[in-house]
């Protein structure tokens, strides 16, 4: 077993775990060098971004785009697919020899597990799904985090000041810079994977998802809620949005009676989404849906309920059966 983090002096460096897909960085990776970028204004120390998996080491000159000072490139045929004991141990390893000040993480639907696991491993605390993070005028690391619905903000502070601390951010949370002349170094690590490590392994990774959803990355939402009325009631909302080179969005509701799939859901606990355009239709509106789209740019509603909710965050207002009124819109859009 591995010695316990001892208490020697944290360097000022900010970490981030970078994420990806299979075809380029996730969004929240330059989100969270963006932030990195602020909190190492503050330290005076490196922004560092540590990627692991296979073949990776190409997306190393975007993340010093990104902000990166530097890239630690961990590359090992064992980390081709997310394997959550091997990617916790190679961190394990390389926080406890570098000793970074932070490392954020972003919260993404399949590996919100690897930054608490890597928190107990090092025996350290987490602030997970954080909103703003920042240095406090006492100069310690704090992050705010909206509770009961988004009805509260608090302020959450790290005391603990001889352990790196770790938070997550979801998707489309923090803002991110791009920055093409941004000079930083990419160093390529050891994996050190060990297939011991691995309690678990994964044979086959199926994709179950008609299409791949990029909500966070969609300029045009269309989303459908409980107003839809059942599993074919999408096949308007997917042609509204296809029409409009769009994605298909949902409330929680449509996700929990089985309708559509929780890779569609906006709002709390999904996706938080920041289009130009959300059209909600048949969605009442409820906080925990509000928060995560109501930094669209333009929202428009269609509701049959004159008082819904929702109408108080649109831009533009249909009252007005979805049914009817969708038919309307793509006869519009058609001419
Ligand atoms: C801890 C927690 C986390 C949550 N996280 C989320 C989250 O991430 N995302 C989320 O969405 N919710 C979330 N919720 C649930 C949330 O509180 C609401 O229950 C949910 O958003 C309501 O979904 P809805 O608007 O589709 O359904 P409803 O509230 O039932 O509203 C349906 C709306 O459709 C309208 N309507 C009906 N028929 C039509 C029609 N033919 N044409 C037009 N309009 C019509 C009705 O007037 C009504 O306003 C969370 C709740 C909790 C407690």
Redesign the pocket.
């Known amino acids: 077993m591995l010695k316990e983090a001892d208490d020697s002096q944290l360097t000022d460096d900010i970490w981030v775990y970078a994420e990806y897909t299979p075809e380029k960085l996730h969004n929240v990776t330059g989100e969270l060098l963006g932030a990195a970028r602020g909190l190492a204004g503050h330290t005076g120390g490196k922004v560092c971004a540590v990627i692991i998996g296979q073949n990776v080491e190409k997306y190393g000159k975007e993340l010093i785009s990104y902000g990166a000072d530097l890239v630690y490139v961990l590359e090992d045929d064992l980390f081709r697919n997310y394997n959550n004991e091997l990617y916790t141990r190679a961190l394990e390893k390389l926080v406890k020899k570098h000793r970074p000040k932070v490392f954020l993480f972003g919260s993404v639907f399949d590996r919100r597990d690897l930054a608490p696991r890597l928190a107990a491993r090092l025996k350290t605390g987490i602030i997970s799904e954080c909103g703003k993070i920042y240095f406090d005028e006492n100069g310690r690391l704090t992050a705010d985090k909206t509770s009961f ?1 988004g009805n509260f903000l608090g302020k959450i502070i790290f005391r603990d000041e001889t352990k790196t601390s770790l938070v997550t951010a979801r998707p489309g949370v923090l803002e991110g810079m791009y920055v093409p002349e941004h000079r930083g170094e990419i160093i390529r690590v050891e994996s050190g994977a060990d297939p011991a490590d691995m309690m678990t392994q994964i044979r086959e990774v199926a994709k179950l998802a008609k299409k791949a959803v990029a909500l966070t990355d969609a300029d045009i939402i269309v989303s459908g ?3 839809v ?1 059942g599993p074919e009631g999408f096949d308007i909302i997917y042609k509204l949005a296809d029409r409009l080179n769009g994605v298909v969005g949902a ?4 996700v929990d009676l089985g309708w559509i799939g929780f890779e569609h ?6 996706a938080t989404v920041k289009p130009k355009i959300y059209i909600a ?9 509000i928060v ?1 789209m109501w930094e669209s740019d333009i929202v428009i509603a ?4 004159r008082y ?1 909710a ?1 109408f108080n965050f649109a831009d533009y207002g249909i009252v ?4 009817e009124v969708i038919p309307k819109l793509l006869e519009e859009l058609d001419k």
Request: aromatic fraction near 2%; include cysteine; glycine fraction near 28%.
């Open positions: 619905g809620g409980r107003g009325g409330s929680r509701v449509a859901q906006v709002g709390q606990a999904g239709c048949g969605i009442s509106g409820a906080t925990q849906h995560g269609i509701n049959t309920h819904a929702i007005g059966d979805l049914f």
